[in-house]
């Protein structure tokens, strides 16, 4: 069975550093997209990055540029969020996700929310002001 198991969220004061994990469990590592999505109360959930890991392309949106990198470890099947210099509006709960198709990194729209079809449980991130 196909499982996404996340971890490291939490609570720190504006301009601080969290890093989220994600490791997957059950399925092959090489040739996927996984990417981090963040969901705001009563919002749709929004793609933060993404990678995959066939090539080590990745996806920023705008906001978080130059402040998240997404990245892996590929012996340990596992996907990582370092967040720095975070702000009251990154406060959400951050979900890892994962597009097992081998392809699926190649085409446009490769961030797309509805691309993504396993699902971690959703960490908690809280950054005050």
């Known amino acids: 069975q196909e499982q996404l198991v996340e971890s490291g969220g939490g609570s720190v004061q504006a301009g601080g550093s969290l890093r989220l994990s994600c490791e997957a469990v059950?399925?092959?590592?090489?040739?996927?997209?996984i990417g981090w999505f963040r969901q705001y109360s009563g919002r749709e959930r929004e793609p933060v990055a993404t990678?995959?890991?066939?090539?080590?392309?990745?996806y920023y949106r705008d906001s978080v540029k130059g402040r998240f990198t997404i990245s892996q470890d590929n012996k340990k099947n596992t996907a990582f969020l370092q967040m720095n210099t975070l702000k009251p509006e990154d406060t959400a709960t951050y979900y890892c996700?994962?597009?097992?198709?081998?392809?699926?990194?190649?085409?446009?729209?490769?961030?797309?929310?509805?691309?993504?079809?396993?699902w971690g449980q959703g960490t908690q991130v809280t950054v005050s002001s």
């Open positions: 059950g399925f092959t590592w090489a040739s996927r997209c």
């Open positions: 996700a994962a597009d097992p198709r081998p392809t699926c990194g190649l085409g446009p729209g490769w961030e797309q929310t509805n691309m993504y079809v396993v």
């Open positions: 990678i995959y890991t066939g090539r080590d392309n990745t």
